[in-house]
């Protein structure tokens, strides 16, 4: 790669050589002192993949190599003796570090001229941030990130489309028709091998070309695009055979790893597309004093906070409801300030990871945490009431939330793309977390294929947020087969809106381990019903 330009993104097939390219750029900037320096960081999802990559590709190739063998600072031993060895190669006076991108500290101890991030989809969000920063000191700095894709407009598909978007344009020998390789105009199906979309002659892959960039507009990053079909050891016809899966996963990996494109399946996971038709015409700030309900999803240092307001169409409980508030605090000490401004009246907190607090508070605020589990007993979601806890099939009920958005009921300001925070690339960090969980199969031990939602390393703090709320605002028609859930027994008619949206969050009649609260005492304001239960039980105790 002669690219100098400061920031080259690579969306790319499996197996196309470009970690092979990537690696001998880090040979290259150190053997020469790039920028005066020559601290090339080359960087892997995970520490157990740097590792294998510098094992049985790196230092391989040092061997294969007497050039670089001589500029080895030491000489590279044949079997592996240190593990400082897998970290860092030292080449004439300049140095090639490799680090996972787990750990921050791994990256910020190292002042680099080139940044490589080597399947950059599997990396945090921070991955990139932390890179440009590494190179601040740089006298000319370059950031290279390449990756096989997954999901449309997010990780490097997202950065491909900022840039130049760049193809490599072939001639035919037989009609000189210049054209990139696209599946499957490309493809004689018969013969199995790669030819010109037009006259059908058989194409040369190994033939010179050129990139033509296809947005030459966007001069700030320079892309490129690299499907298998460049390869002159494409095995073509594994590829059509590929093409033919009846799977969803077949589908993922033939689109992903082979053509080096995005792919959403079908219900395998949200797309932009299914978020931006749930946007009405009102903005979040346009709260009017409604009742609401709040999920909270726990992290360190942030709580990611969804609150929506209710409206109540029928005897089946909340079927609309909109959404007042999405967005990052820090620490359980700003949610009270939130449920007094937005009257929330129920809500459901994430039990972990710190489950003392989200305790502490449940119990000085009210509310019940949230516990996911495999199964529930053919139930979405489970009330265990000696614990306050609400049990939660994670894959059934994030089938019901994606399938609930996809349908528009959970309803967005106009501005929801702004949610969140930290717009990048058309989105905000609502968006983006919402758009990470991916449905997928795996076999159990009976060999039967069982989905999954993954989130490949990356975050999606909201997209549980609104799981939560999702809980919080049918909490009160959760388990009412349990004799010892406190349930609505009764949906009496009543002369206003408002009254019935009071009478679903309060509950008209609630019965409470077998007592039922008269109609003229109310349970509190602010109180809800799982803490009266619970408050009632101590009071018959004591």
Known sequence: MRDRHPRIVIQKSAQAGISEALVNVGFWAADTLYAGRGHILYVMPTQSQAEDFVQSRVDVALQESAYLRGLMQPEPPTIRKKPDNLRVKRIGSGHLYFRSAESARQLTSIDADIVILDEYDYMSEEALTLAM??????????????????????????????????????????????????????????NARVVCST???PLDVLRPGRWIAEAPGN????????????????????????????????????????LGVPYTSPRGGLTPDDLDRCRSDYLASDYAGEFTVMGVDVGDPYLHVVIRDVKVLGQSGPRFYRLRFAD???????????MERYHVQRVVI??????????????EHGGALARYVDGVSGQLVEWVPAERVYRIDRTALLDQLFEDVRRGLLTLPRNARDLGGRNRDGMGEYYRQML??????????????????????????FAHAELYCWVAARSHLIGQRNADLMRINTWEAEPT???????????????????????????PPRESVWMASWRQREERKS
């Open 219 to 258: 001069t700030a990053v320079h892309g490129y695009h690299l499907n298998r079909l460049y390869s002159p050891f494409a095995n073509i016809g594994q590829l059509i055979e590929a093409s033919e899966g009846q799977t969803i996963e077949e589908t993922r990996r033939f689109r992903n790893d082979d």
């Open 436 to 461: 990470v969980q991916q449905r997928t199969y795996e076999r159990d031990r009976h060999g039967n294929p069982i989905a999954r939602w993954i989130d490949h390393g990356r975050a999606d703090h």
């Open 133 to 190: 920063r590494r190179t601040a000191s740089s006298a000319s700095g370059q950031i290279i990130i390449a990756s096989t894709p997954r999901l449309p407009e997010a990780g490097i598909n997202a950065q491909y489309l900022k840039s130049d978007r760049r193809r490599y344009y072939l001639t035919c020998s037989a009609c000189d028709l210049e054209q990139p390789l696209e599946w499957p105009d490309n493809i004689d199906m018969v």
């Open 328 to 338: 990052a605090v820090q620490g359980f000490e700003a949610l009270p300030e939130l």
């Open 199 to 201: 006259c059908r002659a």
């Open 350 to 363: 994430d039990e972990q990871p710190h489950r003392f607090y989200a305790r502490r508070f449940m119990s």
């Open 497 to 523: 809106v408002e009254r019935r949206i009071r009478d679903t969050l309060y509950g008209p009649r609630v019965v409470i381990g077998g007592i039922t609260h008269p109609s003229d005492r109310p349970v």
